[in-house]
């Protein structure tokens, strides 16, 4: 009866040991942790601090079934839809640039580089364009 308890024990205590050696030795891949690495960048520039803690309302509404994503001349306020928008545009912009790094492991076939490279491109440009157009709309929104 000690015998099985001291098998039990030594099981237990060399499972332990090969369990607590794993997490030691863990490492993530690159891939995962520059994932990682960007979804908590893209989070913290759309705002996403913002909307946890001031908990803003979703849209502005203009009457007759019309609203709007964020709040005219206010560039110190957002609101959560165009918080939403601006994570979305960030993360395309991000897609663009991993596009374009991507692009460099395929030296040996010169089409798909340039292939990736142009829609890396226009990523970025529609994502830098969309954000600064509606910061424009912000700044300059009509009043009537």
């Known amino acids: 009866m000690a015998k099985d308890m001291g098998r039990k024990f030594s099981s237990r205590r060399y499972t332990l040991q090969k369990l607590s050696t794993k ?5 993530p891949s690159r891939t995962f942790v520059a994932i990682v690495a960007m979804s908590a960048a893209i989070f913290l520039l759309g705002g996403g601090i913002y909307d946890i803690l001031m908990e803003p ?3 502005y509404p ?3 079934g019309r609203f709007l994503s964020f709040i005219p001349y206010q560039i110190h306020e957002q609101l959560f839809s165009g918080s ?3 994570m979305f545009l960030y993360a395309l912009g991000g897609t663009g640039l991993l596009m374009i790094y991507r692009s460099t492991s395929f030296v040996r076939n010169p089409r798909q ?3 990736l490279t142009k829609i890396g491109v226009v990523l970025i440009l529609v994502s830098f364009i969309a954000i600064e157009i509606t910061l424009y ?3 300059n929104y009509p009043s009537s």
């Open 113 to 115: 580089v340039s292939l």
């Open 84 to 86: 939403l928008a601006v």
């Open 62 to 64: 203009l009457g007759s």
């Open 57 to 59: 309302i979703a849209a």
């Open 23 to 27: 997490i030691a030795t863990f490492r």
């Open 137 to 139: 709309w912000i700044l």
